[in-house]
């Protein structure tokens, strides 16, 4: 059973920092892809950012050059620093992984319980 697990979510003030991990445990083959998504009371779940296996990473026009995703293969854990934080960036914030529990299976899409993420102005 894969699981993934988030951490760092926290309250900051306008301005602040916070770095958010995600670390998958279980029988995990490969991992092609990790991202980072969000979801604000009322409104619709947001990819902010992804990054490849290669180390291909794309970001949400609305997080581009504040956030920076990041990983440790080694530790199947993904980063997400946070910089520059807005008051509209309170969320709740999900990390999802694109993976393979074996060579020749398919492909599985995971997410974590989510973490909080409060910024007051």
């Known amino acids: 059973q894969v699981q993934l697990v988030e951490s760092g979510g926290g309250s900051v003030q306008a301005g602040g920092s916070l770095r958010l991990s995600c670390t998958a445990s279980g029988s995990i083959f490969s991992i092609n892809v990790m991202a980072w998504y969000r979801q604000a009371p009322g409104k619709q779940r947001e990819l902010i950012a992804r990054?490849?296996?290669?180390?291909?990473?794309t970001y949400a026009d609305s997080v581009k050059g504040r956030f920076a995703i990041s990983t440790d293969n080694a530790k199947n854990t993904v980063y997400l620093q946070m910089n520059g934080l807005r008051p509209e960036d309170t969320a709740v914030y999900l990390c999802?992984?694109?993976?393979?529990?074996?060579?020749?299976?398919?492909?599985?899409?995971?997410w974590g319980q989510g973490t909080q993420v409060t910024v007051s102005s």
């Open positions: 999802n992984e694109n993976l393979r529990l074996n060579r020749l299976g398919p492909t599985y899409i995971y």
């Open positions: 990054i490849t296996s290669e180390g291909m990473t």
